[in-house]
């Protein structure tokens, strides 16, 4: 049986709260376990039932992706943004409470502790997908090669051209230390030192199981590879890296390891219906450049969430605020919303 409830999960106060609606939730829809499973295989997803066992009897808030995978197997979709939203809320407030020995809700336990398993994408594809990669394959090496023969820059192995030299601008690592600057200067550089270096993954906040990466553009309003959110374990062989583009800011540069499209860094479109796209540029140097403002401690969950700033009026964000795969990524006007916050984790 399938009914709705009144179940406000913004109205959590802590963990045990928390994971007391997720019961409720799947409780009210009169799913057993396995039906859950079922359900999320149906979509593409993996909920196995022991994870989602430990999550409803335990006492650990459940990552992100596990959060999401579970919230659509019991058909709130249109929910998931909240869900989303008051876990972090309570993540955040079990990290600045510290309860009593033996106590249900502590640091260790709501933030350090949460579920370790992570869904996975089903590795099968359906023609329809097959051939959808084919041709992003194909248009991908165009529009990756626009601005650019193919230096030796732009290979696959990421190695920094001209475009890259050195500008006078402070290095990482001083910015990271806070050398050469007053009381301010320190403080942003504190934030930097937040932002994962290397490889990395951007995935939005309202749809945590997605990643940026690139696609189509929707409504075929430009011909081209652009940036889109799409299930994480899509992207690979692309890689992904912030690179450092002046004082605080940073390039988002994509690698391929076929060394016809090499390295490619992100850069805004404007004018039509293009307007605010993002298109991968082998020209690096010609990219946009965004200040990573990571939120305040303890607003982001385990992972901490940031706003990618490219001037006092307009950031990225996902379109229309949306949480399904294929939604472009944009450069927006800044709201302050979720659909403009977005995690970054390292990877290897």
Known sequence: MDIRGNTDPAAARDVTEFLAMLRDLKERRGLTYRQLEQRAAEQGEVLARSTLADVLGGRRLPRPEVLAVFVRACG???????????????????RNVVGPAGGAATVTEAAAGEQATAP????????????????????????????????????????????????????????????????????????????????????????????????????????????????????APQRTKLEPAGAHTYRIAWVHPDPARGKGCLKALSGGPADGLLEPRNACGDASSFRVEREPSGTGGEHGRYVFRADGQRCLGVRDSRTAAGAEVILQRCTGGTAQKFLIDAVS
């Open 76 to 94: 709130e979709e249109e929910r998931l943004t909240a869900w989303l939203e008051a876990r972090e809320n309570v993540a955040a407030r079990a």
């Open 120 to 235: 996975r994408r089903i590795g099968r594809r359906t023609p329809l997908l097959l051939a959808t990669a084919a041709a992003l394959t194909a248009v991908g090496v165009t529009a990756w090669a626009l601005a650019s023969k193919g230096s030796p820059a732009d290979s696959a192995s990421g190695t920094p051209g001209k475009h890259e030299a050195t500008t006078g601008a402070p290095t990482p690592d001083q910015r990271q230390s806070g050398r050469g600057g007053d009381a301010a200067t320190g403080a942003k550089a504190g934030a930097q030192r937040a932002t994962p270096a290397g490889w990395i993954r951007i995935r939005p906040a309202a749809a945590p199981a997605l990643c940026v990466t690139e696609g189509p553009a929707q409504e075929g309003r430009y011909d081209g590879v652009v940036a889109v959110q799409r299930p994480c374990g899509d992207v």
